[in-house]
């Protein structure tokens, strides 16, 4: 399963990445959702795990529409990850 | 509907006439223009920086107004909404909405600008004497988008 | 605290500006643009008049804002209101307020609608097919003001 | 007593008045109210009756306020009548 990630704001200050294609192994595939996906990228190392699964509240889009936790991602989809917006 | 999201800025008086003038039944204009304070958290600002996710803000932000339009009578409506780097008393954003009569007009755009505050993909960084810092969403901003859910 | 009752035409664009600049902490500017509509009731509006009691114009505005200015947490405020002969799409009046945060402008200005429709002594003739009628007050302008006294 | 009078919109087009100066009879003037007024000059004939004291709804101010049909009349007061406002 490929997906395409995007960072903003703090996550991307951090992480130091505004983008990525992912190559999401099988096992983490089935039946993949947003939770799933930032437990997986968690464990790429301190800084992830701080960012993704730490206490930062953190939303996420697929497909440029808000979604929760819960939310299903599937081949092709993309997926960004950002702080909550202050706009306006 | 027009949804325009841009580094230059906008001429308030210009944007207000066009929506008014559209329609001849149209009684009310009611607009929302946020600017860039000189101050936040008692602390002295010198900069604002606005970042955007390209593609699904414009998304965002057409989606709130088929919201407001679902919700009230309503003409038209108008979001301008600049990013990059701006100063103090900079124009940030434009929201009008144009109606028969004005109760349509006021509610629709203070929800279009709660929601715009709460769902639009924007984050503010601004610069203090201290150094950078990200703005951080506020309680009040999810309070008064909830609301609207009542 | 401005207020103009005048015959000549307003720009928004200018007079929105010089409120949102005056205050560097002002995160929001909200404004009511109202126009003449080229309908009422069903029937075409070719020409609107406006009369009003001089005097007690000025002194009910100011007494509308001054309420407004103790419910909510406002910079400012400027009023204009046209009098005189005006046509379908001329600007008719301009509300606007300046806070720093926008639900504050956004009820202040609304509140001052709803109280100048009902208490400012304006009174519209308006000239239709069938000839010249005076506008008849709205039991909803009633509604809208009694709102806020809940 | 001498009070100054205005009238607006539909009333001063009816009335064919828009501002006169009115000295107050001594059984009239004293505790005059807005109500009293109304009654006093209805009696001038067919028209003012159907203005003041018909079915139209009027409003009346005292020294540029709005006041009620009990608010009290007093030496020197501009006293206005018009219909219900319809401004903005």
Redesign the interface.
């Known amino acids: 399963m490929k997906i395409k990630l ?1 960072y ?3 996550l991307k200050e951090t992480l130091k990445y505004s983008t990525e294609d992912l190559d999401v192994p099988d096992d983490v595939a089935k039946t993949l959702t947003i939770l799933k996906l930032k437990a997986f990228l968690a464990k790429r190392g301190d800084v992830w795990g701080q960012m993704l699964m730490g206490k930062l ?1 953190i939303r996420a ?1 697929i497909n ?3 979604v929760d936790d819960n939310a299903p991602i599937t081949d092709g989809d993309e997926v ?1 990850f ?7 | 509907m027009t949804v325009r999201v841009q580094t230059q800025d906008f001429d308030v008086g210009f944007e207000i006439s066009q929506l008014r003038t559209a329609h001849k039944d149209a009684g009310a204009v009611v607009s929302f223009v946020g600017q860039v304070r000189d101050v936040n958290e008692g602390d002295t600002v010198s900069q604002l920086t606005l970042e955007h996710y390209p593609g699904m803000t414009e998304k965002a932000l057409e989606a709130i107004i088929n919201q407001a339009a679902s919700r009230w009578n309503i003409f038209d409506t108008l979001i301008i909404h600049r990013v990059g780097t701006l100063q103090p008393t900079d124009q940030i954003v434009l929201v009008a909405v144009s109606s028969a009569h004005r109760g349509d007009a006021f509610k629709a755009c203070e929800f279009i600008m709660d929601y715009l505050k709460t769902e639009a993909p924007f984050w503010k960084k601004e610069v203090t004497p201290t150094g950078e810092r990200w703005i951080e969403a506020k309680q009040t901003d999810d309070d008064a988008r909830e609301r609207w859910t009542k």
Chains 1, 4 share one sequence.
């Open positions: 995007f903003f704001a703090r509240k889009a440029h529409a808000l960004a950002f702080p909550p917006v202050t706009g306006g």
